[in-house]
C-alpha cells in the first residue's frame, strides 16, 4: 500500500484522512488511541516525535519513502502529488495566496489555543488542570475565529469559490471546538459555514470512528 496514515479519532489526522475520502484515494488505516506515544507500542520507533498524524508514501520504493507529520502538510501534499484536484488551488488562480493563508492559519493560529484548552480541561489529571489558562486561550480561539466570520459573510467557502483543502482545514479547528464546547462561540456565518462542511459525506467518513460525531 502506497499510502498509510497513523490516526487517532477527533485529532488533528482528521485533515488528512478527510482529504483522502475527498479525493477517493486508495490508503491503509491505523487506527489508534490517543495519544498514541504512550498507548500504541512501538510509535515512537516509527514516529519519533509522538504526534499524531503520521503519514507515509512508499510509492517511489522502500529507498524513497515520504514520511510527514504535519496535518495540513500532508492534504496539501496529497492534492499536489495526487492530483489534479479541484481541491487544490493552483498558482496561476487568484486566490492562491489566500489559500496558503488559510491553511497555515488552521493550526498556527486556530487550531494552536485549542490544544491549550484540549490540555488543561481533559488530558492533564484533574490535580494539575488550569481553568483559568483553559478560559484565556478559548477566548483567544474566538478572537482568532473572527476572520472566518467575516470571510463567510459573502461566500459559501474560504476561497476560488469551491470547496478545498483550506476549508478541511479549517473545517477541523471547528470540529475539534465542537469536540470542547467551544462552539457557543460561534457566530452565525461560522455556524451556517460549519453546517454545510460536517455535511459532507467525506467528512462523515473521516469521523466515523470520532466519540463526538453526534454532536
Request: charged share 20%.
Amino acid at each position: 500500500m502506497a499510502l498509510k496514515l497513523w490516526h487517532c479519532a477527533g485529532s488533528r489526522s482528521v485533515r488528512p484522512l478527510w482529504t483522502l475520502e475527498e479525493m477517493g484515494l486508495d490508503y491503509e488505516l491505523e487506527l489508534m488511541q490517543f495519544p498514541p506515544r504512550f498507548v500504541h507500542q512501538g510509535y515512537t520507533e516509527i514516529n519519533p516525535i509522538g504526534t499524531v498524524p503520521f503519514f507515509t508514501d512508499d510509492a517511489g520504493g522502500p529507498d524513497n519513502t515520504v514520511e510527514m507529520t504535519e496535518s495540513a502538510g500532508i492534504s496539501q501534499y496529497l492534492v499536489e502529488k495526487y492530483g489534479p484536484t479541484d481541491l487544490a488551488v493552483g498558482l496561476h488562480e487568484a486566490d492562491y495566496g489566500s489559500y496558503l493563508n488559510w491553511l497555515h492559519r488552521s493550526d498556527a493560529t486556530l487550531t494552536f489555543p485549542q490544544t491549550l484548552v484540549l490540555r488543561y480541561t481533559i488530558l492533564e489529571p484533574e490535580a494539575t488542570r488550569l481553568p483559568k489558562v483553559a478560559e484565556d486561550y478559548g477566548k483567544w480561539f474566538h478572537s482568532r475565529l473572527r476572520t472566518v466570520e467575516t470571510a463567510m459573510a459573502d461566500r459559501e467557502f474560504l476561497c476560488a469559490d469551491r470547496f478545498t483543502i483550506a476549508d478541511i482545514a479549517v473545517g477541523y479547528a471547528l470540529h475539534l471546538a465542537k469536540t470542547l464546547n467551544l462552539s457557543s462561540g460561534f457566530k452565525p456565518n461560522t455556524l451556517a459555514y460549519y453546517k454545510r462542511l460536517k455535511a459532507r459525506p467525506a467528512f462523515q467518513r473521516a469521523i466515523n470512528d470520532d466519540p463526538v460525531v453526534s454532536m
